[in-house]
């Protein structure tokens, strides 16, 4: 029996449509709403590495590896992966996307998204209810099951340990079947056994300026301008920051500390209530409700446990008895204040709606801080150590609660107490009080601290700058072991203060001829100043890739590869004409062989068309090594970020640019780059004749058989690298006839109603000189009636015959350079999703693809753009004339399906266009 799973797919599309609203805080009813709504499409672009197993468990050094968090967890979802981050560093939100693209491309897989924080006895039966909770028939969800891909959101919400076990079990006992989990911290709930972690790597500054700009663009600079240093501090995830924006969008003011934040962003639900709302309840009565609810929700079965949703009705019992003696009719008055919270501020019911919970574990943590903030009065030393102090769940609260805390004195008291439960815990609480505080607490960790190698590690902990005196005398001790310990530290620290003195280091070993560090040690120093350095330090940066590759000795050979890993991690303008600048610095590149790569994969790992057309303008250089490089670098970079500019740079004058850029455009390309293969197979360059031998031999494809038995037929030197004839034989094995021109006339009478035949030396749609298209190179089939239009300009767009188009505006060069880009476009859907088959499905793509092309002001089809999605500049003669085209390419395909009933419907309403 087969099933059908449409109605499922539909229900998730429509439920994750709209993904990145996870990244925030839905409104609450009622709120006045000031702030200007983010752009839907703003992509943080987020990236994951790969977590090192422990020493002990590994036999070989593993390589970190680092993706976008979804081709991460796409890469190791079959080997079951456990994703950890920061609450608010997008983990949810990157299974929500997950979820909407699994549904949308409709693999083998069915994904399901499972929230652990729901468990109530049972992870089957969890598991059950996400399907039904989507549409999946009863009936159907034991077959779903064996195809799914599950995703398992909140490890760390997890109510009790039977929870955790029986997810273990579910694991063990399905080792086959593809799991995603996610957790906040690997010492809350554990790891499960996961032996593969991706980390979920923090925003880098130039994410935060960007969504900063997007999010608030006419306060942006002055908001950056009060943020300056501290915008790492407070804008650490994407949940952060958009409370950070929404904040100074109505205050205009930036608070002290994270704390602070909180207080000021969840005040807004009360103050900024629109005027003609009515409430049941008393406003002022909601901040100690929510209060109480966090402090109640903090209380689990056991102690080391709290929970992340509660019954209605035991927070009913739990509030009406706070509120005993302090309003009348207590129960009465709580059922009113639950329902307009729910309505109006931070809670929501649960997936059951019988369960309240707080939108965000983090709002949840900040009203049990302001909780434990009143209580602490009332609480004895040795209650505050055993009941709250000693269990990890009460960690972030006790924090939040130091930063909001003006009580000098309960403060003091607090890390005394922390620090007498917990070195490593009191230390790491001291960053959280206020400064003039900081050297008081200091001075009574380092009086608890007798070995002075933990007085280091626990004084990195502090991130405080009144640790960086002590940090520095240790320094210069002539024990390389107590300096990287001391270098670490101040990295733990990070500030601008531990980064000057982390640089001076950095160059106090470069100039010197007997190194401090072992290499490695000095290579681990690079890489820590990579992690905490921003946009003002890229010059100290690139002034010492420069001192390092001038010198004939280096302090380890990672040394400049890392210092220029850490400029690309900046990523940024200013980052990108660094490492141009570094590029055309011939002293370095003619001192170090390997400085060429590092630079150019710095600029691919940027990624943006900036950076991508430095590495094509670097296929002209002079220098073999960079031209090389930036081959190399090109041919990783996703075909839509580079094929425009690739595709122009196959009209250079210079022939080794011509080649390099058919090579690095690959088999996506394979019909417009392959004449510029088969020329590069002579080329006197042995790595260009090399890289196209390699990819004709990977190709393989029988659309060659003619042009390589041409090939036999002439002078073709041979280079040693690729035969023709053995390529040909390997073809011919695989499929199965020996020439392709007679096994193509065998099939077209076989095909009915057949639109465009693949003829043996005209293939697909070629596109040549693009973006700045006169002509456009494409197959056409024999019967060209068709085309006979009466009112037709010639065009030459198309390679061997001449096609005519129905066109109003024929001459327009935007509409022809449109038309270009919408072919363009289709054949990369099409290489992209093969697995794509209906008509339906292609639209969903093709209209997210539009929708994205129409707000990404960066998009290379910049005409497309323009001409198609932009009503005020194209009429309705020219959404006609791009639907004719579409019609006529690939006519059986769905993708020009598709695009036919796209613009179909916008060609409904013409006077929209005029």
């Not at 209060?291 to 949703?309: N, S």
């Not at 088969?678 to 060659?704: C, N, V, Y």
């Not at 695009?899 to 179909?904: K, M």
């Amino acid at each position: 029996m087969t099933f059908d799973f449409q109605s499922y797919f539909a229900s998730i599309r429509t439920t994750y449509a709209k993904w990145w609203e996870y990244y925030t805080l839905t409104d609450a009813t009622g709120k006045q709403r000031q702030s200007r709504e983010a752009s839907p499409f703003f992509d943080f672009g987020l990236m994951v590495q790969t977590v090192k197993r422990e020493e002990r468990d590994r036999q070989t050094e593993e390589k970190v590896e680092r993706f976008s968090v979804l081709d991460g967890l796409r890469k190791y979802a079959d080997q079951q992966v456990l994703l950890v981050g920061r609450p608010g560093s997008g983990k949810s939100t990157a299974l929500a996307r997950l979820m909407l693209e699994e549904a949308t491309n409709q693999q083998a897989r069915i994904p399901v998204l499972v929230e652990l924080r729901y468990w109530q006895g049972s992870i089957e039966q969890l598991i059950h209810d996400s399907l039904i909770r989507h549409e999946m028939p009863a009936e159907q969800v034991e077959t779903a099951l064996k195809n799914a891909l599950i995703l398992f959101d909140g490890v760390n919400e997890l109510p009790s340990e039977e929870a955790r076990s029986q997810l273990s079990a579910f694991r063990r006992n399905h080792p086959k079947l593809p799991m995603i989990f996610t957790t906040r911290d690997l010492s809350i709930g554990g790891d499960l056994g996961i032996e593969k972690k991706l980390e979920m790597q923090p925003l880098s500054e130039v994410q935060m300026r960007e969504f900063v700009r997007a999010y608030v663009p006419e306060q942006a600079e002055q908001m950056l301008w009060q943020l300056k240093a501290r915008l790492r501090e407070l804008g650490q995830t994407p949940l952060l920051l958009w409370m950070l924006c929404s904040l100074f969008q109505r205050t205009g003011t930036i608070p002290e500390n994270l704390g602070l934040v909180f207080r000021g962003f969840t005040q807004g639900y009360e103050q900024y209530l629109k005027e003609d709302v009515r409430i049941e309840s008393d406003k002022a009565w909601w901040k100690p409700v929510l209060q109480q609810l966090a402090w109640v929700m903090m209380q689990g079965e056991k102690p080391t446990e709290f929970r992340v949703a509660i019954s209605r009705e035991a927070a009913v019992r739990a509030i009406a008895q706070f509120l005993e003696e302090k309003v009348p009719y207590a129960e009465d008055f709580t059922r009113k204040c639950l329902r307009d919270l729910q309505k109006h501020h931070l809670i929501q019911a649960g997936t059951n709606q019988e369960e309240l919970e707080f939108r965000h574990q983090l709002i949840q943590e900040y009203y049990a801080a302001e909780a434990l903030l009143e209580q602490l009065p009332r609480l004895n030393d040795e209650t505050l150590k055993k009941e709250y102090l000693n269990y990890l769940k009460w960690t972030e609260p006790t924090a939040m609660a130091l930063s909001l805390a003006e009580d000098e004195v309960q403060v003091l008291r607090l890390i005394e107490l922390a620090v007498s439960i917990d070195l490593v815990f009191g230390a790491k609480l001291i960053k959280h009080t206020k400064p003039e505080l900081q050297n008081i607490n200091i001075a009574l960790l380092n009086s608890k601290t007798p070995s002075q190698t933990l007085r280091i590690r626990l004084l990195g902990f502090t991130k405080s700058d009144h640790a960086i005196p002590f940090l520095r005398e240790q320094l210069s001790t002539n024990n390389p072991f107590t300096d990287f310990r001391v270098i670490q530290a101040l990295g733990e620290i990070g500030s601008k203060t531990a980064k000057s003195i982390l640089f001076e280091e950095a160059f106090r070993n470069a100039d010197s001829d007997m190194f401090t560090f072992k290499d490695f040690s000095y290579s681990q120093l690079i890489k820590i100043l990579g992690d905490i350095s921003d946009e003002t330090d890229i010059p100290h940066l690139v002034n010492l890739v420069k001192n390092l590759g001038s010198k004939s000795l280096l302090p380890g050979l990672l040394s400049i590869g890392e210092t220029i890993d850490a400029i690309a991690k900046i990523g940024g303008d200013k980052a990108i004409c660094a490492l141009q600048e570094l590029l055309n610095d011939k002293t370095i590149l003619n001192n170090r062989v390997s400085i060429a790569s590092s630079i150019t994969f710095g600029l691919q790992k940027i990624g943006t068309p900036q950076a991508i057309y430095i590495l094509v303008e670097a296929l002209a250089n002079s220098n073999e090594e960079v031209q090389s490089s930036a081959l190399e670098a090109l041919s990783r970079t996703d075909f839509e970020i580079k094929s425009s500019m690739l595709l122009e740079a196959l009209n250079s004058r210079d022939t080794t640019v011509r080649h390099a850029a058919a090579i690095a455009l690959g088999s996506s390309s394979f019909d417009i780059t392959l004449p510029y293969l088969l020329d590069a197979l002579s080329s006197q360059d042995l790595t260009i004749s090399w890289r196209a031998a390699k990819l004709m031999s990977d190709l393989g494809k029988p659309e060659q058989l003619k042009y390589l038995s041409n090939l036999l037929q002439t002078d073709f030197r041979d280079n040693g690298l690729f035969n023709p004839l053995d390529s040909i034989l390997e073809i011919q094995e695989r499929c199965k006839f020996y020439n392709y021109e007679v096994y193509q006339a065998y099939l077209e009478p076989q095909k009915i109603d057949r639109q465009i035949p693949q003829n043996s030396d005209l293939t697909h749609t070629i596109i040549n000189n693009y973006p700045n298209v006169t002509e456009v190179k494409q197959t056409i089939m024999s019967n060209s009636s068709k085309y006979n239009f009466s009112n037709a300009q010639k065009v030459q767009i198309f390679e061997q015959v001449n096609t005519y188009i129905e066109n109003t505006h024929p001459t327009d060069p935007e509409i022809k350079k449109a038309i270009a880009d919408l072919t363009l476009l289709l054949t990369q859907l099409q290489t992209q999703h093969p697995q794509v088959k209906t008509e339906s499905q292609a639209l969903t793509i093709l209209d997210a693809e539009f929708t994205k092309i129409q707000h990404s002001t960066t998009h290379p089809l910049v005409t497309l753009r323009q001409q198609l999605l932009n009503p005020e500049r194209h009429l309705q003669a020219i959404k006609a004339t791009l639907a004719e085209i579409a019609k006529h390419y690939l006519e059986e395909s769905v993708w020009s399906k598709a695009a036919i009933t796209y613009l179909d419907k916008m060609s409904e309403t013409p006077d929209q266009g005029a």
